[in-house]
């Protein structure tokens, strides 16, 4: 039963991630840390979030700015190993506090309506990838930060889904080899990523299916509530825990 939530947990997960308009680790990662310790949940939302980007690239290739991509895509790949790295070296606990923190402040900050404005310039694009890319290495998900920035070149919706896929793709490929270096996933745990990959496209596509039907704002604010009441509860525990 604990292992068909913790799959349904991930499909709705990539569901949501592509009809809300950020990343699907966002919401998974702390879904998924009722299941399994933080690094296992790191390194199979790592897994699960690629697999997602795969299947978003696939249905929406059409529309990548592979410009963008490269120039957002290759300071998030070397800053999310090095983020990675770190993740292997301190406490879960300094984790679940760090994480609850930035969850945290995400979903105020959206649920005010804040948005981040920031100049659609390359040194813009260049910082984005690389702050973008540390986050998603050292508490698993940057998606929030990616998609402040690429948010600010204003491009059209079908271009940002793909775009921000393809360059979550190049920044899952930097941080995965370093969290299975660092024995992030124990053997027991191996038989999810097939399985993880099947719920990911599936539900990317189902995502794709009913993007236009329903209103990303009033479902962007149920999921930003949740958001913001699991982060209290991850940083009540990393704080119990030191």
Do not use: C, W
């Amino acid at each position: 039963m604990a292992e068909l939530a913790f799959l349904a947990a991930a499909f709705l997960s990539e569901i949501i991630g592509t009809v809300a308009g950020f990343g699907s680790s966002t919401i998974f990662l702390p879904l998924a840390l009722f299941f399994v310790d933080f690094k296992t949940a790191l390194v199979l939302v790592a897994f699960f979030h690629l697999s997602g980007n795969i299947g978003r690239i696939t249905f929406f290739r059409k529309f990548i700015d592979f410009k963008i991509a490269l120039a957002f895509g290759v300071p998030s790949i070397i800053l999310s190993a090095v983020g990675a790295y770190l993740a292997t070296q301190l406490s879960p606990y300094v984790f679940k506090i760090i994480l609850g923190v930035f969850l945290m402040i995400f979903s105020i900050m959206s649920l005010s309506k804040h948005n981040i404005k920031l100049p659609s310039k390359r040194s813009s694009i260049l910082v984005g990838g690389a702050l973008s890319g540390f986050l998603a290495g050292f508490v698993g998900t940057g998606g929030v930060l990616r998609g402040a920035f690429l948010t600010a070149i204003n491009l059209a919706k079908n271009k940002y889904i793909a775009t921000a896929a393809a360059v979550a793709m190049m920044t899952d490929l930097a941080r995965i080899p370093v969290y299975i270096s660092g024995g992030f996933l124990a053997q027991e745990f191996h038989y999810y990523i097939p399985t993880l990959f099947v719920v990911a496209v599936a539900g990317s596509y189902i995502g794709k299916k009913i993007v236009t039907a329903i209103p990303q704002k009033s479902f962007r604010k149920v999921v930003l509530v949740s958001i913001f009441l699991v982060s209290v509860k991850f940083v009540l525990d990393g704080l119990g825990g030191l």
